[in-house]
């Protein structure tokens, strides 16, 4: 990949990956590490240190809350869970999301590769 189309995945991830955050939470609260590993499966970020930024941010947005629970393998864990606000927010984007992918794909067709 090269320099160009490293900096356009930084920009799209940017955009999108709060959403991410909040459509993984969508199926129930998470720790930070196993939100960080899923989404670095996805492939959508490389290491744990921006996602805890971006989660403080959720949660003043009033977009995630967080707890505290027991952990058996080691100190409790702070989970994230998705608040109504969140699940507002993600299904908004999922709308705004799919008619935006549309258009562009439609504007981007025929384009030499």
Known sequence: MTD????????????VLEY???????SGPTYGLELANRLSEDGLIS?????????????????????????????????YRQTPQGRAALRQFLAEWRTFTEKVDNLMEGVDE
């Open 20 to 26: 991410c955050v909040l459509r993984h939470l969508d």
């Open 4 to 15: 160009g189309a490293s900096a356009v995945v930084v920009q799209l991830r940017k955009g």
């Open 47 to 79: 290491h744990g240190g921006s996602l805890y930024p971006l989660l403080a941010r959720l949660r003043k947005q009033e977009m995630v809350e967080t707890f505290w629970q027991e952990s058996e393998s080691g100190p409790p864990r702070r989970y």
